[in-house]
């Protein structure tokens, strides 16, 4: 690449596009830092300084620490929660697996090449599952197609395997019609047939949805198996249309304590595996075969445990608080480095913190979608604008984030960042790294340096809470009503998840709903047109009658018209709320970036019941927060 001089130099040793180090620049605005690299005595003090903070730390916490993610031990070593009991006494029923097969009825045929053709139950379960999506999207895109006939193929029989060789002669259209007859027959149920098979629900929760820890009866989260199915992922995943295989005991691993009842398999089989791990709180897990990522049955969000590593969380982007200025210098000193490493590691922090991007795992290439973080940025991914619409050191992004999302922002930032950059992407094709000399490991050993258990979530989840308890100050207006609040805090709550990049696709009912809450503010505009007339004619009637009766009746009249403006305001917020909502997604956000501590203080400082803001499952998963939380907490 091009040194600051213009002249090109390569690095022969490493296959680095950048230099490891660099001269100061020379732009008058830029300082240099205290060059103290050469002076000795400075350097012992520092590290004498940094080993007796080290040392009275260890003596004054006894090899504890508040925010329950590290403990220092002496020797400057970090112990990880990984090794912390988390219970003493686990028992629970293990899962609940999918219902075997059912073979179609006779008259449900499949066709190949226009002639009928009978499936073995095996090839059939599968072709069910595409049956079953063939008015969606999803069946009509080549890669989806090409996993699931490849897939399809392995389960048939070497006959069939020999006869149907191409999915476009396949025909699933009874098949797709026999289901959509069942879903059909569901709706239609009787009030007792719908009551049975509540009462059958409430009976298996009852035996499997919940569990002993420690003399509490614990709520389980997911304790039914995921059934086999077809692989959907997000975006254009390239491996879309596999087949998600039945999961079977034998691939089951139970976790519970030595001294409890342990959970039967069912008969004639057998689990993977029983533990005994106090350590971690999972009851059950297995690996799934389509990314090869381990899946878990958790305790319910309600849980005790949960709610403690909750609110750990939480504690922890509150701890960043305290720390955050120290840490925003360090990396705006840093972009002046003289070590190029050090300059990346600064300008991608800078971008964790400003613009909420995650860090980007390392993952195998082809295995997932091109999704990317910030630490896994190529120079494709960005455009450089010093002047932009009237704004100075413009940078545009456009990259697909976490779940295939694309996140696209044209944000201006500080000069010197903008300088790093070019420098970044000079010499470099567009598919190159833009930190080329950073990855995610190296990024979260420095953060763990600069705050115990500072990750880039932390940072996002720092962020979001800050952000929406300014947006709430801001926003909210002692004089409106409930409904006008409300908005107000769907507005914050908009505001973070903008910055987090939450999207959804617009819901397909979107545009028929709207159509339908329209209809409903026309017609309570029509019924307060009435009520105003109503009320006009009588006062007229009170003027000239001047009894009781008529000035009670004026009174009724009042406070008609002031319900139904009540009614047709709430409808107008909620018309007003759903048009700004409807592709931003505000549900992530609020469940697991959002301290809920500031909402329910929003709550109790302006009489707005928590209900409005949480469900049921919310506030169960939140009571910890509903419980301590009072109207003046700040995060």
């Not at 929406?468 to 009503?481: I, M």
């Not at 007003?576 to 549900?587: F, S, W």
Request: aromatic fraction near 10%; hydrophobic fraction near 35%; charge should be positive.
């Amino acid at each position: 690449m091009k040194s600051l001089d213009g002249k090109v130099k390569k690095e022969k040793e490493n296959g680095f596009a950048s230099p490891q180090h660099m001269k100061s620049e020379p732009e008058d605005d830029f300082y240099h830092s205290p060059k103290y690299e050469n002076c000795v005595f400075y350097v012992y003090f520092i590290e004498a300084l940094r080993i007796g903070l080290i040392i009275f730390l260890n003596l004054v916490y006894s090899d504890f620490s508040s925010d329950g993610c590290i403990l220092l031990i002496p020797g400057g070593k970090r112990r990880d929660t990984q090794t912390v009991v988390k219970w003493k006494f686990l028992e629970h029923k293990g899962p609940v697996f999918a219902p075997p097969y059912e073979p179609l009825p006779s008259n449900v045929k499949f066709y190949y090449d226009g002639k009928v053709m009978r499936l073995s139950p095996e090839a059939e379960e599968v072709a069910t599952f595409f049956a079953k999506m063939l008015d969606h999207e999803y069946t009509t895109k080549d890669i989806f197609r090409k996993n699931f006939f490849k897939d399809w193929r392995k389960e048939m029989t070497a006959e069939e395997k020999a006869k149907i060789t191409d999915l476009k002669k396949c025909n699933f259209s009874e098949m797709n019609e026999f289901f959509k007859a069942q879903s059909e027959a569901r709706k239609a149920m009787t009030k007792e047939e719908k009551q049975k098979i509540k009462e059958d629900n409430e009976r298996i929760l009852q035996e499997y949805g919940f569990c002993i820890m420690d003399n509490h009866r614990e709520r389980i989260a997911n304790f039914r198996i995921e059934p086999p199915g077809l692989f959907r992922g997000r975006g254009d995943h390239p491996k879309m249309g596999m087949l998600k295989r039945r999961i079977r005991p034998e691939d089951i691993i139970i976790n519970c304590s030595k001294d409890s009842k342990h959970p039967e398999p069912p008969p004639g089989t057998r689990w993977k595996e029983v533990r005994h791990d106090n350590k971690v709180t999972w009851l059950v897990s297995w690996t799934e075969n389509i990314q090869g990522s381990i899946k878990y049955i958790m305790l319910n969000p309600s849980s005790r445990i949960k709610g403690e590593k909750d609110w750990q969380k939480y504690e922890t982007a509150r701890r960043l608080k305290k720390c955050v200025d120290r840490i925003r210098n360090q990396y705006r000193e840093d972009w002046k480095s003289k070590e190029m490493r050090i300059r990346q590691r600064a300008v991608a922090l800078y971008f964790i913190d400003k613009l909420a991007l995650r860090a980007g795992n390392e993952k195998e290439e082809g295995e997932t979608a091109d999704t990317v973080g910030c630490c896994s940025l190529r120079v494709e991914h960005i455009k450089l604008y010093p002047e932009n619409d009237g704004q100075e050191y413009v940078v545009e992004f456009d990259f697909l984030g976490k779940d295939s999302i694309r996140y696209y922002n044209k944000v201006p930032v500080e000069k010197r960042v903008f300088k790093n950059l070019q420098l970044f992407m000079e010499n470099k094709e567009p598919d190159d790294d833009l930190f080329d000399r950073l990855n995610t490991s190296i990024l979260n050993k420095h953060l763990q340096e600069l705050m115990d258990g500072l990750t880039a979530k932390v940072f996002r989840t720092y962020n979001a809470s800050i952000t929406l308890q300014q947006q709430l100050k801001e926003l909210t207006n002692a004089e409106e009503n409930i409904p006008a609040k409300i908005l107000s805090y769907n507005r914050a709550n908009r505001a973070v998840a903008i910055l987090c990049n939450h999207q959804r696709a617009p819901p397909k009912t979107f545009e028929k709903s709207m159509q339908n809450l329209q209809t409903k503010i026309d017609a309570k505009r029509e019924q307060l047109s009435d009520a105003k007339r109503e009320l006009k004619s009588a006062k007229a009637d009170a003027k000239v009658r001047k009894d009781e009766k008529s000035k009670k009746a004026v009174e009724t009249k009042k406070k008609a018209v002031q319900r139904i403006e009540e009614q047709l305001m709430k409808l107008e917020v909620q018309a007003t709320d759903r048009e700004e909502n409807k592709q931003i997604a505000l549900g992530t956000s609020k469940l697991n970036y959002l301290d809920p501590r500031i909402s329910v203080a929003w709550c109790k400082k302006w009489g707005i019941p928590v209900e409005k803001i949480y469900n049921k499952t919310q506030r169960e998963k939140f009571a910890w927060a509903i419980d301590m939380a009072d109207e003046d907490f700040e995060f």
